[in-house]
């Protein structure tokens, strides 16, 4: 597993922008504001970008997608590998084309050298005995720098999220209120974030996105690691009732970890009999861990979410 471990240290080693740099955004569809200096009780304050649809209009209210990783979102011109996933311009083309209702994008960047500890579904870590949660705070992402930097906070991520972003947001746009009308999304630790805030919060949001979701939890497999997720998933997708779930993945670079763990995820959704039109689990072979690859498919889960036929489906 050493090319794994490289390749997901080098995507960490990106991770350098201190919470002070606001990076300018340009966004070809849509607009997008920034909010400076959010404050948080439960986490380091951070800016928020605020990304209003095509048509965007004060005499209209818009469900909301709140997104991880946000400095990746918009502008390959400001982020580290310079890819990114291209929200604005997926997400304005499928408005303009009317094939979803416009929505607004919320996007949250992560903790920087904490993202790990940030992301990291913390019940699941506590769950797991003392010396294999020491062990796993020994791990680093490269040499001379851990993996983890500090204690696991998840649990404080979903609530500055809950308790903090969305009332702001919903209370400064025009945002529709209620769980119904709130989705959450991210990729690979921001895949873990996704589901693990949603079975957390099951009153809060009315679907998640999980795109390459990281299952292995940290650089290199881990039987023991996603045990624990796959129980606290069984342990509780029971609070889920009409929330839709997306799941999707390659297998290239880091993705080529996940196949066999994302099977494992499907097969617990259909023993529970989840039903089957809430929820979807791609494959894409041949795709790697990027954002230029979730890009490339960001209309799938988009059109899943936000899709106008979705009433009658």
Same mark, same amino acid.
């Given at each position: ?13 990106? !991770? +350098? ?30 800016? $928020?970008?605020?990304?209003?649809? #095509? ?12 997104? +991880?990783?946000?400095?990746? !979102? ?7 590998? =310079? ?55 020994? !791990? ?5 720098? =851990? ?13 500055? $999220? ?18 119904? /009308? ?80 994302? =099977? ?8 529970? =009999?989840? #039903? ?8 894409? #072979? ?12 960001? /209309? ?14």
């Amino acid at each position: 597993m050493k090319l794994v471990a490289l390749l997901f240290g080098l995507s960490l080693h990106g !991770l +350098h922008t201190s919470y002070a740099s606001t990076p300018n955004v340009e966004v070809s569809k849509g607009h997008i504001e920034t909010i400076e200096n959010f404050t948080s009780e439960y986490v380091e304050d951070r800016f $928020l970008y605020v990304w209003l649809p #095509p048509g965007y209009s004060e005499n209209n209210n818009y469900d909301v997608l709140y997104m +991880h990783d946000g400095r990746m !979102l918009f502008d390959g011109n400001t982020t580290w590998n =310079k890819q990114e996933w291209r929200v604005d311009e997926v997400a304005g083309a499928l408005i303009e084309q009317e094939k979803v209702r416009p929505f607004i994008v919320v996007g949250i960047p992560n903790a920087v050298e904490n993202r790990h500890s940030e992301y990291y579904p913390q019940q699941p870590f506590e769950n797991l005995n003392k010396q294999k949660q020491q062990a796993l705070y020994q !791990l680093e992402r490269y040499p001379g720098h =851990k993996l983890f930097t500090s204690k696991v906070f998840s649990d404080n991520y979903s609530r500055f $999220l809950v308790q903090e972003v969305i009332p702001f947001i919903e209370s400064h746009y025009n945002a529709n209120k209620g769980a119904q /009308h709130r989705y959450i999304a991210g990729s690979s630790m921001g895949g873990l974030i996704s589901w693990y805030t949603l079975l957390n919060y099951p009153d809060a949001f009315a679907g998640a996105i999980c795109m390459s979701t990281h299952w292995p939890g940290v650089f290199e497999e881990d039987s023991e690691v996603f045990a624990e997720f796959k129980k606290y998933i069984a342990n509780n997708i029971s609070k889920l009732s009409n929330q839709k779930v997306y799941f999707d993945y390659g297998n290239g670079t880091l993705d080529a970890m996940y196949p066999p763990l994302q =099977k494992e995820i499907d097969t617990l959704f259909i023993r529970q =009999k989840y #039903p089957a039109k809430l929820w979807q689990s791609q494959y894409f #072979p041949g795709e790697d861990h990027s954002e230029n690859a979730w890009a490339k498919r960001l /209309h799938i889960p988009l059109e899943f979410m936000f899709g106008k036929k979705q009433a009658s489906d």
